[in-house]
């Protein structure tokens, strides 16, 4: 499955990334490899089913 995410510079440093298609999908990261880690790992728990 593919996803676009918005990657963002942050004002504090690092960066601020989101799934426009997943409502309240968002991570950080203080690097673009770790922001990019971290949202994979939110769309998991996001699409995770809810039992």
Same mark, same amino acid.
């Given at each position: 499955?593919?996803?676009? =995410?918005?990657?963002? #510079?942050? $004002?504090?440093?690092? !960066?601020? /990334? !989101? =799934? #426009?298609?997943? #409502?309240?999908? /968002?991570? $950080?990261?203080?690097?673009?490899?770790?922001?990019?880690?971290? /949202?994979?790992?939110? /769309? $998991?728990? !996001?699409?995770? #089913?809810?039992?």
């Amino acid at each position: 499955m593919k996803l676009k =995410v918005i990657l963002e #510079p942050s $004002e504090e440093g690092g !960066y601020t /990334i !989101y =799934v #426009p298609s997943l #409502p309240g999908c /968002i991570s $950080e990261g203080d690097t673009r490899e770790e922001a990019l880690a971290n /949202i994979r790992e939110a /769309i $998991e728990l !996001y699409l995770e #089913p809810k039992l």
